[in-house]
């Protein structure tokens, strides 16, 4: 009998090749969706937390209270014994200094005087270290469009974007006017050594890479860093793992009446990325599970509408002496493979366009040219586990429903009915 | 032996707010190998009786037993199983699986009997022979003709051998040449394998050939008449 009812399903096509195609465009659009939302949220937190948060992040009490100004007056002291106690205490982890600071870029021209002018963001990192994790972190390689990386002090990265505002090419001397973090003027001469592009609008704007000691050495911050950023090495966040680790530090270093004592934060706490990613997580699961709805409603339909044309074929079954408890598993059945069928197809296809677009990605730079968000200009889907399940189940559940809702209303007729409906 | 008995069969339908009474207090009684008429005029209970005969509707009062078994107390189960293993049935519109070819088509009911594959071979081949479509069997419904189809119903309702075969309006579709081919197999299995046939038909062309004709008129039997008898007695051709 399985044999009959599959060479039934696949001569006819209205009954196989079209179900099964509905099944697959569903399910495909779910999988890619779905990728792409994750994709989307991941890229953020992964780009919030290389540039700015950390997976966690220790500063000063008092610089947490204005860390939006970057108070340099208000670093962090005594950086490298903290961070030579947290890579002997917590050796999980990646952990590095930055410094944060703001200025005017200046380029001069032949005679000296100023030929071009920008406000910077500046970012001091370990860039010259030959045990750096900032190396791993920061893709700076990737992210050269221009000259080199800097191999000895004095040479700083520029980003392309601001270069070209500013008339600057690699090799060119410029000078950083800023402040030390006692107020004073800070003046320092730097060679660009390359340009970058980050694919991030809000880094590719004014963004100056310096090594960290050059910076610490220009704003008189020796031995000082704005922030402490630590990374899990899988470059994995979690929440519960960051915010254990975070209570453990406070409390065995952090004292509430001192304000220049270290503070560790998790990247969930920072800038109200907690609640972010909380709404993030909601928004992505009622988008899917709308479209899960959508899906399954038009496969319901779909069963029932293939349900009520094989009206003839299911009397004349009947007539024959088929029992309708049996009639009634085998459209449950036919209807289970065509559920399998094109969910294993949808969710191949939907898996092979989301692994495209986490590799390729889609530019929505020109869309966020204004954007002070850490959100990369491409946008990529990502595979994750759930990738494969997400529009699988709903799609065999979806179709197999169909056909019980259209068996159903189907077998509640009587017989005759459907015999006289035979005839008609 | 009678195979249908009806007694005081009533059966009516809801329409609106009150009831339709399609058969009206119907006793007949058939007996093995009859080749017997349902005649009368559109809406006068032939169909609706014979659905009833035919285990695939019951009865609102009276009783209908066919081949010893009450229809009005079978369960679905029961009435599948006896459609399945006793009665075959012959459309109008032939209702052939349009999907199977002509031999699948014939062999249906025999997977529901759960036959070995060799059993349903020979069956499937030995039907088609009494038809005359062995070198159809590999053609679907849609590349026959009118007759051939029919034919092939004839086949599907013969191939498991049953007691009875109901058939309702065998020949509405057919022209004369295809009817009167299908008539006189029909007439010829009922004679070698002493099927029993009861038909619903306001054809002329069927009436010819039977040998019992009951007239029905507003769900009332108004005339039961036997035109020719058997060996045994009984109204066969």
């Known amino acids: 009998m399985i044999t009959f009812v599959l060479k039934g399903l696949l001569r006819d096509r209205s009954r196989s090749f079209f179900p099964v195609l509905m099944v697959t465009a569903g399910v495909f659009l779910t999988v890619v969706l779905y990728g792409f939302m994750q994709g989307v949220l991941g890229d953020l937190v992964s780009s919030t937390a290389k540039y700015d948060t950390g997976h966690v992040k220790i500063t000063t009490r008092a610089w947490r209270e204005l860390a939006d100004q970057t108070p340099n007056d208000l670093a962090l002291m005594n950086g490298d014994a903290i961070l030579a106690q947290l890579r002997q205490q917590e050796g999980d982890m990646l952990w590095t200094g930055r410094i944060r ?23 001091a990192l370990d860039l010259l270290g030959s045990d750096s994790p900032e190396k791993s972190i920061f893709p700076l390689e990737d992210a050269l469009v221009r000259g080199h990386l800097p191999r000895e002090k004095g040479e700083i990265l520029i980003s392309e974007a601001f270069a070209k505002g500013l008339g600057a090419t690699p090799g060119d001397r410029v000078t950083l006017i800023g402040s030390t973090m006692y107020g004073a003027m800070a003046i320092a001469n730097f060679t660009i050594a390359g340009t970058l592009s980050f694919g991030v609008v809000a880094l590719d704007r004014g ?100 349900g009520l044309r094989r009206y003839g074929e299911i009397g004349v079954r009947l007539a024959m002496g088929e029992g309708k408890g049996r009639l009634y598993r085998w459209m449950v059945f036919e209807s289970l493979i065509i559920g399998l069928a094109g969910s294993v197809a949808g969710t191949a296809l939907g898996i092979a366009v989301t692994r495209y677009l986490q590799y390729n990605g889609l ?15 491409v946008f990529r889907a990502q595979v994750t586990p759930a990738s494969y399940v997400i529009g699988f189940f709903p799609g065999v559940f979806a179709s197999v429903l169909g056909a019980l809702f259209a068996g159903i209303g189907i077998f509640r007729r009587q017989t005759a009915q459907l015999m006289k409906e035979l005839e008609s | 032996m009678a195979i249908i008995t009806t007694e005081k069969l009533i059966k009516r339908y809801p329409v609106g707010s009150g009831f339709f009474t399609a058969l009206d207090s119907i006793d007949l ?18 169909t609706t009786l014979l659905n009833i005969i035919g285990a695939l509707d019951s009865p609102s009062e009276g009783s209908v037993t066919v081949l010893g078994k009450s229809v009005e107390n079978l369960s679905q189960k029961e009435a599948a199983r006896l459609r399945n293993h006793h009665i075959g049935f012959i459309f109008q519109t032939y209702n052939l699986l ?48 009118g007759g051939q189809s029919q034919r092939v119903a004839v086949a599907r309702a013969v191939v498991k051998r049953p007691e009875l075969i109901l058939a309702d309006e065998p020949t509405a579709n057919l022209d004369s040449e295809n009817s009167f081919n299908i008539l006189e197999m029909m007439v010829r299995l009922n004679h070698e394998l002493k099927t029993t ?20 008129v507003d769900g009332k039997v108004v005339q039961d008449e036997v035109i020719g008898k058997g060996e045994d007695g009984h109204a066969c051709s």
Not at chain 1, 249 to 271: A, W
Not at chain 2, 127 to 136: M, N, Q, Y
Not at chain 2, 197 to 216: G, N, Q
């Open chain 1, 363 to 377: 530019d929505f730079g020109s869309l966020l040219s204004q954007s002070s968000l850490m959100l990369p200009n």
């Open chain 1, 207 to 306: 963004m100056i890479l310096v090594d960290l000691r050059d910076a610490q050495a220009a704003l008189d911050m020796e031995d000082t860093v704005s922030e402490i950023v630590g990374f899990s090495r899988d470059m994995v966040y979690s929440k519960k793992k960051m915010a254990s680790l975070a209570a453990d530090f406070n409390g065995k270093f952090s004292r509430g009446e001192d304000e220049f004592s270290p503070f560790m934060v998790t990247l969930g706490q920072q800038n109200g990325l907690e609640e972010y990613l909380i709404y993030a997580d909601s928004m992505g699961l009622i988008i899917v599970g709308i479209f899960v709805a959508a899906m399954s409603i038009v496969l319901w339909n779909s069963g029932l509408m293939n």
């Open chain 2, 29 to 46: 009684s058939f007996e093995k190998g009859e080749f017997a008429g349902l005649i009368g005029p559109s809406g006068s209970g032939k």
């Open chain 2, 197 to 216: 046939f009861l038909f619903a038909t306001h054809d002329e062309k069927v009436m010819k050939y039977l040998r019992r004709k009951i007239r029905l």
């Open chain 1, 101 to 123: 600071f703001g200025g005017l870029l200046d380029v001069p021209d032949a005679e000296g005087e100023t030929r071009a002018q920008g406000p910077v963001a500046g970012l």
């Open chain 2, 98 to 145: 349009p999907v199977y070819t002509v031999y699948e088509n014939v062999e249906f009911p025999l997977l529901l009997l759960q036959m070995e594959k060799s059993e349903r071979k020979r069956k499937v081949e030995n039907a088609l022979e009494w038809v005359g479509l062995t070198d159809k069997r590999d053609s679907r419904p849609s590349q026959l003709s």
